[in-house]
């Protein structure tokens, strides 16, 4: 598989589900993969990362930036809040709002720092207890509380539990995001990413089948 290989099944699940060209995000996920493969992916042209942890980022993405312009960072794993403020300096958009207080720490940063990432909420779909998000009773409460700390929520974001069928839970997503307004979804990976699409995707999160097999450190 390639990056060449994976836009040509976004475009075709795009115009099987009637959906507009162009209208879902790819977010080639680099984490803990080594600098030459990223470096691959940058000279094919794709500008637009998922990086799962600050400290791995910090000591990726700065170089990166000042030799390719247009890069796009995007954080899409869990987030302490001691990490909070180094996460808004480097990321442009983060995946994984969870929990009151990580919302108010972001909250009081953007009033310091006078700018804040775009935020998308994560909701544990699966209810599972070793996994990040909100559960899915408490999404709508969650979600208007950081509406109304003025944090910038353009959408949510799940994990399917890897054992059920994934549209269900891309599903459930779904129908949360529409009866709050919200339009931004980010879901589907690398084993899922069509179905995510059909079920209205606007972001899919995709590492190995871009990149190939992580490579830990």
């Given amino acids: 598989m390639s990056l060449h290989d994976i836009k040509i099944r976004i475009a075709k699940a795009e ?3 009637g959906r507009a060209p162009g209208s879902v995000k790819l977010i080639a996920v680099s984490k803990v993969q080594p600098n030459a493969r990223v470096q691959a992916v940058l000279d094919e042209g794709h500008r ?22 247009g890069i796009e960072l995007h954080l899409i794993g869990p987030l302490q809040s001691n990490k909070a403020r180094a996460a808004m300096e480097l990321f442009d ?15 009081r940063l953007a009033q310091e720092m006078g700018h804040c990432p775009d935020m998308f909420i994560q909701v544990n779909t699966g209810e599972e207890d070793q996994k ?11 979600i208007k509380e950081c ?25 459930l997503l779904a129908k949360i995001a529409t009866r709050n307004g919200l339009d931004g979804l980010s879901m589907g990976m690398s ?27």
């Fill in 132 to 142: 990040a998000g909100v559960m899915p009773a408490d999404a709508d409460a969650f």
């Fill in 15 to 17: 115009e099987n589900a």
């Fill in 48 to 69: 637009c990362f998922g990086e799962n942890r600050v400290q791995e980022a910090e000591g990726k993405w700065p170089d990166f930036k000042k030799s390719y312009s």
């Fill in 191 to 217: 084993s899922d990413f069509e179905k995510a699409i059909a079920l209205g995707a606007t972001h899919i999160r995709v590492g190995s089948a871009i990149f190939g097999e992580r490579i830990p450190a």
């Fill in 147 to 171: 509406q109304g700390l003025d944090l910038p929520v353009r959408g949510l974001m799940c994990i399917p539990p890897v054992d059920e069928e994934a549209a269900l839970h891309f599903a």
């Fill in 93 to 107: 958009v983060i995946h994984t709002l969870d929990r009151p207080k990580l919302a108010t720490t972001f909250a």
